[in-house]
């Protein structure tokens, strides 16, 4: 009962629910907000009202989203003092003066250009909007960009070193370019420009199902297409690099990503299971489908190259296995889907079947497209599942473990906490779904007439 | 610590004191507009004064963000230390942040908008009574052993924090009737003109209460009040903020809205800057200093030259956004 009941474990739940609820927003309010500078270039550029609309429909769910994503991220910062004291205090002021660059550079800029942006039309001359639109992407991704380095020290700690339990800094440098940021923050932010385009895909895609303003829609469709022959690949491969430098320098949490107990002996190769059932209690799987090599080629390029198993580590210093091993399955899976759904798409296009006339009868690629949102989402969900289960039991890989990182709370305060945020979450997330549904249901204002341009559009 | 490092937390201490102070003022201006939408009848009024803060809430509420950021990378012991003992009031202040961010950016889309103004008003008092109860318990002193929380889930809870509480109140109710007095016009500004006057008697009687309390509180606060130039930095905004009352009283009888803005801006941040002075170098009373709980040297040194740049360009696009957004908000109307 006391391991049920433990304060540590009720901050872990309360962190996981708030992170896995916040990062949700996050991925639109990044991707979206490019798309909007798009717009609004194509817009100056080619002063069709068509883009300007595009903007003014896309920029309502984008504040949605964005409301829900604030006010879902602020605890995130407080909990860090609130339920991880230890944590806060061992990393001796350089995980806060990341934050603090966070706050300062992205946040700010975020939040005081977006209302210029939204209310801004009539007050600002277009240049000093298009600006602001700027702007507002400028913070999202820095922000993205100052969080991925805070979150990719903890994975792979560099730039100092611990003494007597807090973290001395000796290079800013090598603290902030860790080895896993690179590819930590641009696996994440491509992966917030592939929701972004599924999302707008998705949502073109039932307009077009529908047969309401397709001329309109099939824009925002045909440009999401283009976007993902792009970025869908680009994921792919970004995703085997992550892989690959996981092997490197995490090598338990690949361990368990693929449920690889047994280093392969010189000369022979790892295989890779590409279904398994993990037993972690006899460090085993009870059985798998194993594909000869796999494992060594993906992570060596070598055929028998040694890939280090679990087993080689002592048990406590193991992460949980059978939660990353099925969510990096799912992960992958749905990667793959939405390349090849891209792939559809493409051959379709060249067969002429995106036409206006012949795209409503395409109802199974624009099915597809919409099951792409839900399949994008679960990829990212199921990444962070991976990337932070993998990394136990450290919260600071290899110096500090989650066990010693908590505050000493008493497991009333962090049970209601828990609560509170399981109901509050759940109210803003129904809040959401019911507006944008509405706002989606509405669709698009086919009048609006642009502040700018008017003359050169009539 | 060396020389150079204790320089740098002396400087951090003065940048958060500014961050601290931008926070309390104008987060506390729409925290403020927010509770008086409690009291004020008429939905059309209540939209109106969501649209006087719809430009500006956001970045407002961003400072805070700032600095509990910033306090993490500066004085990492104090900010773990305070938000652990003040979790509760902590979880309380964001559950109001979550109601009035969501209430203000969903308003114009629903169909019933009294919920939504309701939950607006609700939301900013609760963060407004936690933030209250949480500065009042950090005041009022926190059981510190060898650098460990010793209190309970409930220590913060004493009859001084409820009390700075009141006076935060207050000071945020000053400050939004004093915006609504700038930002709108005819029924809607008579009734803020008026809640300002109440309001400003009310703390013209609570703030030197509350001075004498936490002298009594803590001897080394009456110390410093005894001594220079301990005199001078904790004495002197308050010689300033008497006058300043009687100009912001003036200019409430006469009609002169900006003079009337200002004044309460100016009365509030002499207060301010008395309570920073009087505490220096303590951050968490009784014993906790700011060299005590500095980060390392190149910390504070790294982080400087980053928000050194950055401050001012804050600053500067913050006052832009003010600027853009100037003038009346009429009835019923928002911002397009």
């Known amino acids: ?458 | 610590m060396s020389p150079a490092h204790a320089d740098l937390a002396l400087v951090w201490y003065l940048l958060l004191a500014l961050v601290l102070a931008l926070t309390l003022l104008l987060d506390g201006l729409d925290l403020g507009v927010g509770i008086l939408s409690l009291f004020v009848g008429r939905e059309e009024q209540r939209g109106q004064m969501m649209a006087s803060v719809a430009g500006v809430w956001h970045a407002n509420q961003t400072w805070l963000v700032v600095l509990g950021a910033l306090l993490f990378g500066a004085f990492p012991l104090v900010y773990g230390l305070a938000l652990s003992a003040l979790y509760l009031p902590v979880a309380l202040m964001l559950l109001g942040f979550i109601l009035r961010g969501v209430s203000i950016e969903y308003y114009e889309h629903a169909d019933r908008p009294r919920r939504w103004s309701l939950a607006f008003g609700l939301g900013s008092l609760l963060a407004a009574v936690a933030q209250g109860l949480g500065l009042g318990a950090l005041l009022a002193g926190l059981p510190l052993s060898a650098g460990r929380y010793l209190g309970g889930a409930w220590a913060w809870l004493s009859p001084f924090a409820v009390a700075v509480c009141l006076g935060l109140l207050g000071s945020y109710l000053l400050l939004g009737a004093a915006w609504l007095v700038l930002k709108t016009g005819g029924e809607l500004q008579a009734k803020a003109r008026r809640a300002a006057r109440a309001v400003a008697f009310f703390l013209l009687i609570a703030a030197p209460l509350l001075i004498l309390w936490s002298r009594g509180l803590h001897p080394f606060l009456s110390a410093r009040w005894l001594a220079w130039p301990g005199l001078l930095v904790s004495s002197l905004p308050l010689a300033l903020a008497a006058p300043c009352f009687v100009a912001l009283v003036v200019c409430l009888a006469r009609s002169w809205d900006a003079g009337c803005f200002w004044f309460a801006l100016l009365l509030n941040l002499l207060l301010l800057l008395s309570l920073a002075g009087s505490i220096y170098p303590v951050v968490v009373p009784p014993g906790l200093t700011v060299f005590q709980a500095a980060a390392g040297a190149i910390n504070l040194k790294f982080m400087l030259s980053g928000v050194a740049v950055v401050l001012p360009l804050m600053l500067a696009y913050n006052a832009y956004q003010y600027w853009v957004f100037r003038g009346k908000v009429e009835p019923g109307a928002g911002y397009e």
């Open chain 1, 1 to 458: 009962m006391d391991l049920v009941f433990d304060s540590t474990l009720l901050s872990r739940l309360q962190f996981a629910l708030t992170t896995m609820f916040h990062i949700i927003w996050p991925l639109l309010s990044i991707g979206l907000s490019i798309f909007l500078v798009v717009l609004e270039v194509l817009w100056m550029r080619s002063k069709d009202p068509l883009y300007y609309r595009h903007y003014r429909f896309w920029s309502k769910l984008f504040v949605l989203n964005f409301a829900v994503g604030v006010v879902s991220g602020i605890p995130l910062e407080f909990q860090f003092g609130a339920n991880w004291e230890r944590f806060s205090v061992a990393t001796g002021g350089f995980f806060g003066s990341i934050l603090g660059f966070e706050a300062t550079m992205a946040f700010m800029l975020e939040a005081a250009f977006l209302y210029l942006m939204l209310f801004g039309w009539k007050r600002l001359p277009p240049k000093a909007h298009l600006f602001s639109t700027c702007m507002v992407a400028l913070g999202a991704s820095l922000s993205a960009f100052w969080i991925m380095v805070a979150n990719s020290w903890m994975q792979t700690p560099a730039g100092g070193h611990f003494a007597g339990g807090k973290f001395v800094t000796t290079s800013y440098w090598q603290a902030i370019f860790n080895p896993d940021l690179p590819w930590g923050f641009s696996h994440m932010w491509v992966a917030c420009l592939e929701t972004t385009l599924f999302v707008v895909g998705g949502v073109s895609a039932w307009y077009l199902l529908r047969g309401r303003h397709r001329e309109f829609f099939l824009k925002s469709f045909k440009l999401a297409v283009l976007a993902a022959v792009f970025i869908a690949p680009f994921q792919v491969w970004l995703g085997d690099g992550s892989g690959r430098a996981v092997a490197e320098y995490q090598p338990t949490k690949l361990g368990a990503i693929e449920s690889h107990w047994v280093t392969n002996p010189p000369g022979e190769g790892a295989p890779w299971h590409a279904l398994a059932w993990p037993q972690p209690e006899l460090q085993r799987n009870a059985w798998s489908i194993d594909i000869p090599y796999g494992l060594s080629l993906l992570i060596t390029r070598s055929f028998t190259g040694q890939v280090k198993g679990l087993k080689d580590f002592p048990r406590q210093d193991q992460p949980p296995v059978i939660i990353p091993y099925f969510a990096f399955r799912v992960m992958l899976g749905a990667g793959f889907g939405m390349l090849f759904l891209m792939l559809w798409t493409l051959w379709l296009w060249r067969k002429g079947r995106l036409a206006l006339d012949e795209i409503g009868n395409q109802k199974w690629l624009l099915r597809a497209w919409l099951l792409a949102i839900p399949a994008a989402y679960a990829a990212v969900e199921t990444g962070w599942i991976i990337r932070e289960m993998g990394r136990q039991p450290w919260v600071i890989f290899g110096h500090l473990r989650t066990a010693d990182a908590s505050s000493l709370l008493a497991t009333g305060q962090v049970a209601s906490t828990l609560v509170m945020y399981l109901l509050i979450y759940g109210a803003l997330l129904g809040v959401f779904l019911f507006f944008a549904w509405r706002l989606i249901k509405k669709g698009p204002d086919l009048e609006a007439v642009p502040p700018y341009y008017q003359e050169a559009a009539s």
